[in-house]
């Protein structure tokens, strides 16, 4: 059975930092891409970045440039998300996913791209 389990999410102060984790098990973790995503109240789930099984290359959204970093441990099965320089509008639900494929050598970003997913975790950021 494949469980993705994501820690750290918390409330901070905006301009702070908060350093996401998640823990896959049940899965081979070294061949599949991983993604992380996010979801606001009353939105769509949106790709927050992603990294593939390779962990040489990264994908992230336009609004999380510069600020968040993936990054993935294969010897650990674990990935995890740097978010700096928060935000008020970072506030969401963040989900870490596993690519449906192995071994698929580009960067998706679609959810439907990720079969397996993580049960979230909230992130608030005040202002």
């Known amino acids: 059975q494949v469980q993705l389990v994501e820690s750290g999410g918390g409330l901070v102060q905006a301009g702070g930092s908060l350093r996401l984790s998640c823990a896959a098990s049940?899965?081979?973790?070294?061949?599949?891409?991983m993604g992380w995503f996010r979801q606001a109240p009353g939105k769509e789930r949106e790709l927050v970045a992603a990294?593939?099984?390779?962990?040489?290359?990264?994908l992230y959204a336009d609004s999380v440039k510069d600020r968040f970093t993936v990054s993935r441990d294969n010897a650990k099965n674990t990935v995890a998300l740097q978010m700096n320089s928060l935000k008020p509008e970072d506030t969401a639900v963040y989900y870490c996913?596993?690519?449906?494929?192995?071994?698929?050598?580009?960067?998706?970003?679609?959810?439907?791209?990720?079969?397996?997913w993580g049960q979230g975790t909230q992130v608030t950021v005040s202002s």
């Open positions: 990294i593939p099984w390779t962990g040489d290359s990264t």
């Open positions: 996913a596993a690519d449906r494929w192995e071994f698929r050598l580009s960067v998706v970003a679609a959810p439907g791209d990720y079969t397996y």
């Open positions: 049940g899965l081979l973790f070294s061949r599949h891409g």
